[in-house]
């Protein structure tokens, strides 16, 4: 169902940004609980926005942003560099960009498909060596 929207729809745009969006609250929702940020998070938010955002701001600048504060900040850095990067991508290849958009998602939705599929066939196994080992 999820691929023939994707494949239908005109534009995969609102997709990639709500999985963005999505990551991000991922991120800050773990800083709430944690209440300090270590490298991987760090390297996770460079990844999704780029290292040009990251580098202004030190690791200790980084702590001192309250969690709320740095999703709405995060949640604008991410949709101005998406918004760039596809006028960059529109400039140099004119007309590509829907086409890339999507074959993106697709990419993506697959394995995660892949991946679910994986975790029910370990489950599977699981129940059954669960239920080999109570009969005997």
Same mark, same amino acid.
């Given at each position: ?52 955002? $990251? ?8 702590? &001192? !942003? ?5 999703? %709405? =900040?995060?949640?604008? *850095? ?10 960059? $991508? ?8 829907? &086409? !890339? ?5 697709? %990419? =993506?939705?697959?394995? *995660? ?24």
């Amino acid at each position: 169902y999820e691929r023939r929207k994707v494949l239908e729809s005109e534009s995969a745009r609102i997709k990639i940004l709500a999985y963005g969006e999505q990551v991000i609250s991922e991120i800050t929702n773990k800083l709430r609980r944690k209440k300090a940020f270590g490298n991987q998070i760090i390297s996770r938010v460079k990844n999704l926005l780029g290292t040009k955002l $990251l580098s202004t701001l030190s690791y200790l600048e980084f702590n &001192e !942003f309250d969690p709320l504060d740095l999703q %709405i =900040y995060l949640l604008q *850095e991410f949709w101005l560099s998406y918004e760039a990067k596809i006028l960059e $991508l529109e400039i140099e290849y004119p007309g590509i960009i829907q &086409e !890339f958009e999507r074959t993106l998602i697709l %990419i =993506y939705m697959d394995r *995660e498909w892949k991946e679910h599929l994986q975790k029910m066939s370990l489950l599977r196994d699981a129940v059954g060596w669960r239920k080999y080992g109570q009969r005997n």
